[in-house]
């Protein structure tokens, strides 16, 4: 069956490729590039976004659903570079390691970021009718599946109510692994008549639910006897499993001072004071840990069950002073806050007051030159940190188009690097040296062409990194970090190709397990059919990578860490995708890793984490604007 799918998919594409080509052939004149690789087709709902630190700002609502539709994985958005644990909604790693930056006191448990819902992925929109969006992606069984609502609706009195709510379910296909994760945003954006005064009410809920198998103990058993059904793969854990509950709430007001009668046209003094609180409580047990291996060697200390635990609440005060010049591009702004941290690690408890400053300067000299500049310091009672960056955006004009950044950041050692506890016993306890990281970049992108080129270097003294045993280890030395990012978008007709091309190399191979080089592909037909009444969208995105040292992902800790035995080997990974859309109608069906039934090997993104192997995916959404 799997193997008939994936003929038929195959000989689909090649009819309509070769029925648009022999059209083209006829057809003088229609091969064409764009100077971006980003999507350029028509938006068909024609909203506009507002940005709740700066209402002034009005940005366009980018349709993707046009021909991004089918991407409900975040680690296969394209313009992301991520690697999970083999399925949608798990643990998650970024392709290129780069340092995070940041100031202050961190948990350190970022595994699951990327599919939180906070106030930087949150909209509310300029819109005088009510505007909805669902979206439904099943899974191979009808207890997986992904749901997508989006809500906003303008009312009386200049009040707007905004509502997004996103659901992963996913079973996986090996035992012990299971995955449901919720986010809700909700939002209430209250502006006088005037427009000179608006109020952002927020409450965010993120909950992540992870059954942990700690990953298949070997990898020789796929082409054995009775092993077709892949949960009777050996894995680690039996009982293991995590949960990752964050509730936040937020006030932000912003009035405008002197300038113009409203935000509406924006320029002048604004003021904004900012009141967050939140309350985050992130558990990881396993009630009957395993006896027969040393999965948790140097963690095992009570036979009965394994336990970590911390709980950090957050109270947030900020203050904020924002200058919009007259002409477009011109913003300053200076800001203080207060951040007062509660940590439970079971049984240890403290208290860290922080205090931020920071200033920004957002400048347009003439048509050509945009600068950027960011500044930011934090100081506690224990220590102090820094982030200093910059942008640069140079109109080139017939030459093109050239950014660049350069980041300056000095950091602390986020919490779990510092400190553990496991069922209340103290695995270790260090005193850690700040991390400075350097970090420069430059992206070309020349006229025409459809391309853009990066190319970067990172240097970090004194990085961190966990070992094959799960323990940090910090180096006295500095690390680097090189890459080459190109992509590009070429058009022929109604044939699309787009490539991403990434190559790196680390100074130190155990801080950095990384491929060599990564790219990922599509192509794909897209145009209208039956009197430009259906959208149709039918393709292959493929992803490869180098084999390189492996890294895996272990859960007591909730950190990626190096696996000295298990090599991420070289795998093409092929999705076909048909998607259409009858004007605010969407549609997709979806079949993954369509090369295994002819390969003897599976598909890894993370050390003893397989892929999944052939299977389909469907998915409806559909938008009302009434």
Not at 175 to 185: A, D, P, S, V
Not at 536 to 558: A, Q
């Amino acid at each position: 069956m799997c193997r008939n799918l994936a003929l038929i998919a195959l000989f689909l594409t090649s009819q309509i490729i070769q029925a648009t080509a022999q059209r083209l052939a006829r057809t003088p004149g229609t091969a064409e590039s764009h100077a971006s690789p980003i999507h350029l087709e028509p938006d068909t709902l024609l909203l506009t976004l507002v940005d709740m630190k700066d209402p002034a700002a009005i940005l366009p609502y980018e349709d993707t659903l046009l021909n991004s539709f089918h991407e409900f994985d975040v680690s296969h958005l394209w313009g992301t570079s991520y690697f999970n644990l083999g399925f949608p909604g798990s643990a998650i790693r970024p392709i290129i390691p780069l340092g995070k930056t940041f100031t202050g006191f961190r948990l350190g448990l970022d595994q699951f970021d990327p599919y939180r819902k906070d106030a930087h992925n949150f909209h509310f929109f300029r819109l005088k009718k009510a505007f909805t969006y669902a979206n439904y992606t099943q899974g191979r069984s009808q207890e997986e599946g992904i749901i997508r609502t989006l809500f906003s609706r303008d009312f009386k009195d200049g009040i707007n109510l905004s509502l997004d709510y996103n659901r992963y379910n996913n079973m996986g296909v090996y035992n012990h692994q299971k995955i449901q994760n919720t986010n809700l945003g909700v939002g209430l954006w209250i502006r006088s008549k005037d427009e000179k005064l608006h109020v952002f009410l927020n409450h965010f809920s993120n909950v992540f639910d992870q059954d942990e198998n700690g990953g298949i103990t070997t990898d020789t058993l796929f082409n054995s006897p009775f092993f077709e059904q892949r949960i009777t793969i050996p894995v680690y854990l039996q009982s293991a499993d995590t949960r990752d509950q964050e509730r936040t709430y937020q006030m932000l007001a912003q009035y405008q001072l002197t300038g113009v009668d409203s935000l509406a046209r924006a320029d002048g003094l604004t003021a904004q004071y900012q009141i967050r609180i939140s309350n985050r409580r992130y558990r990881f047990s396993d009630t009957d840990p395993p006896s027969e291996n040393d999965y948790y060697d140097g963690f095992f200390t009570d036979s009965r069950g394994l336990r970590q635990f911390i709980r950090h609440q957050q109270l947030t005060n900020a203050a904020r002073l924002q200058f919009r010049g007259k002409l477009d591009g011109q913003l300053i702004s200076v800001g203080l806050r207060n951040v007062i941290h509660k940590i439970n690690q079971e049984p240890l408890t403290e208290t860290i007051a922080e205090w931020f400053g920071d200033g920004s300067i957002q400048w347009k000299f003439g048509d050509r030159v945009r600068l950027v500049s960011v500044g930011e310091i934090a100081v506690n009672s224990n220590n102090a940190s820094f982030l200093i960056s910059g942008d640069l955006d140079l109109d080139l004009g017939i030459a093109g188009r050239l950014l660049g950044n350069l980041t300056i950041n000095r950091r602390n050692p986020t919490l779990i690097q510092r400190r553990l506890f496991v069922s209340q016993t103290n695995i270790w306890d260090h005193d850690l040296d700040n991390l400075t990281i350097n970090r420069i970049e430059a992206t070309y992108i020349p006229p025409k062409l459809g391309l853009h080129i990066t190319a970067g270097q990172q240097l970090i003294s004194n990085p961190i990194f966990f070992d094959h045993s799960a323990f940090p280890r910090q180096l006295d030395e500095v690390v680097s970090l090189s890459y080459l990012k190109v992509t590009n978008r070429i058009r022929v007709g109604n044939i699309y190709s787009e490539n991403k091309i990434v190559l790196q190399t680390a100074g130190n191979q155990e801080v950095y397990r990384i491929p060599r080089w990564y790219s990922e592909h599509r192509l794909y037909f897209l145009g209208p059919l039956f009197k430009d009444v259906l959208n149709l969208n039918i393709g292959f995105d493929y992803r490869m990578n180098s084999p390189y040292d492996g890294i895996t992902y272990y859960p007591l800790t909730g950190q990626f860490i190096n696996e000295d035995d298990f090599e991420v080997p070289f795998f093409p990974y092929v999705d076909f995708r048909i998607g259409f859309r009858v004007k605010y109608f969407r549609a997709f069906f979806m079949l993954h890793n369509v090369l295994k039934p002819i390969r003897n090997d599976v598909y890894f993104q993370t050390s003893r984490y397989p892929y999944e192997d052939l299977h389909l995916r469907i998915g409806l959404g559909w938008a009302f604007i009434n």
